[in-house]
Antibody, heavy 120, light 110 residues
Framework: QITLKESGPTLVKPTQTLTLTCTFS??????????VGWIRQPPGKALEWLAL???????RYSPSLKNRLTITKDTSKNQVVLTLTNMDPVDTATYYC????????????WGQGTLVTVSS | QSALTQPASVSGSPGQSITISCTGT?????????VSWYQQHPGEAPKLMIY???NRPSGVSNRFSGSKSGNTASLTISGLQAEDEADYYC??????????FGIGTKVTVL
């Protein structure tokens, strides 16, 4: 059974760096073909794809945010970490991590999401 | 990359069929058969409903079906039920190796 859970601060100040951790079970990110992605959703707004990390540590970023995003993985801990620098109130959103199956191009399991508010 | 275009809202009566469109470009929807659809109820995480344009994951009702023509993909819900009332998002692989979501469609069951 695949599960994912996001953790991190619920409140950050403008200009600070956000660090979120996705802890998962039911699969190993050392398995060829798998990946974990991050997606966010501002309150009342649409989903926005942020980043993806592959089993071989290859990474992809949203073009609009790539200068501020970093995604890493710790295979031994079954964790994926997302950092977003220079936080702004417009970054207030629920942040989700999700499992991308074997050489697929969709997300079949999602975490419950974590709401991050940016405010001074 | 720009968000995929979806109608803001679609409504229908119980038992009817509705179709939600998702329009992109030749660099995303039109270029690959990698369109997926997600259902999201308020306060919940998205749920995968359709992948690779037409495929349904195990456990998803066969009332949900997907198709694509050119740069536009579509999700059809047949035999509309009250439980289908939710937000729906399309997503596509993009030529740059990234992904893009649609702006979302609110489905209302009248």
């Amino acid at each position: 059974q695949i599960t994912l859970k996001e953790s991190g601060p619920t409140l950050v100040k403008p200009t600070q760096t956000l660090t979120l951790t996705c802890t998962f079970s039911g699969f190993s990110l050392s398995t060829r073909g798998l990946a974990v992605g991050w997606i966010r959703q501002p309150p009342g707004k649409a989903l926005e794809w942020l980043a993806l990390i592959y089993w071989d540590a290859d990474k992809r970023y949203s073009p609009s945010l790539k200068n501020r995003l970093t995604i890493t993985k710790d295979t031994s801990k079954n964790q994926v970490v997302l950092t977003l620098t220079n936080m702004d109130p417009v970054d207030t959103a629920t942040y989700y991590c999700a499992h991308r199956p074997y050489y697929a191009d969709y997300f079949d399991y999602w975490g419950q999401g974590t709401l991050v508010t940016v405010s001074s | 990359q720009s968000a995929l275009t979806q109608p803001a809202s679609v409504s229908g009566s119980p038992g009817q069929s509705i179709t939600i469109s998702c329009t992109g470009t030749s660099s995303d929807v039109g270029g690959y058969d990698y369109v997926s659809w997600y259902q999201q109820h308020p306060g919940e995480a998205p749920k995968l409903m359709i992948y690779d344009v037409t495929n349904r994951p195990s456990g998803v009702s066969n009332r949900f079906s997907g198709s694509k023509s050119g740069n536009t993909a579509s999700l059809t819900i047949s035999g509309l039920q009250a439980e289908d009332e939710a937000d729906y998002y399309c997503s596509s692989y993009v030529s740059s190796g990234t992904y893009v979501f649609g702006i979302g469609t609110k489905v209302t069951v009248l």
